[in-house]
DNA sequence: AGACAACTTCAAGTAAACTTGAAGTCAATA
DNA sequence: TATTGACTTCAAGTTTACTTGAAGTTGTCT
């Protein structure tokens, strides 16, 4: 396969692909002329790397789990740690969702007035601050 | 309050909030001197930032739900938007929460044999892909 | 009064994860 | 064979949310 049609099944940009490659994360098996080639298991390892993104690693920790010999070979405390990790955050944002819909069913005239979106003020304000920000994509 | 007092009763650095009423996300109530001043109701405004931080928000976008009149009107629609968007990562995440759980604890040689890992990686590939950075937290 | 810690502004820097643009290469099609 | 569209590299630009540094000001304590 091209990188064409990496990027088609993948749904991931050419570009992308390009610096995953540069960054490790991916390698392609060779080269037609310029042209790289990657072998169909590279769907699979981009799966794998958007798993890892989903699940908050950055791309440096993704490349540090299959940096050694190729395949992924994540040790189990990492994994453990993360799905803890995983975890809180989940409660977070179940927290943070019921305090929306409470928040817009709530008929207190502020929301800051309602106790409920008090007590979930004091629980956003205690969470360690992560920085989280949306791709914005263009639909031309 | 003088910002000192702000910032180390919400946690948050002077240069942030500095920041944030540049943002237009706060304000102060006046200055002595040169210095700002902020009423107390500013703790509760940020608390509701980092609610809105926490949830996914924007700063720009948190920044419009109280741009107006001062005091944080959200319209409802937008916070059930919100809600059903956080209830579909909340999904995903604990689906990858699994994942992760299960892989830590799977025989199978590699993650890559395992069909419950497999289905895992079929989910995240579907996935909107989201950035998600951290701050990278000095404890010097 | 004089020192000093804490404030001020403004410009520039930082990090992550990409994207964009310019300039060039090339395999396949007409 | 000539064109073309898809690829190539490399450097530089983008976004968000801040942080850092320099240079200057000032309220407060002694």
Do not use: W
Not at 95 to 117: I, T, V
């Amino acid at each position: 396969m091209d990188i064409g049609e990496v990027a088609s099944r993948s749904g991931l940009p050419a570009s992308t692909l390009r610096y995953y490659e540069e960054r490790g994360l991916i390698q392609s098996t060779g080269r037609h002329g310029l042209r790289r080639l990657f072998d169909k298991n590279v769907l699979e390892r981009l799966a794998l790397i958007a798993l890892g993104r989903n699940a908050g690693f950055s791309l440096g920790e993704i490349a540090a789990m299959f940096s050694a010999d190729g395949r992924p070979q994540i040790d189990r405390d990492q994994l453990f740690a993360k799905a803890d990790e995983l975890d809180k955050n989940i409660k977070q944002l179940v927290a943070m969702r019921d305090g929306l819909r409470h928040a817009a069913n709530c008929p207190a005239p502020s929301h800051l007035e309602c106790p409920k979106f008090q007590r979930l003020l004091k629980v956003a304000m205690k969470k360690p601050i992560k920085r989280r920000t949306k791709l914005t994509l263009k639909t031309e």
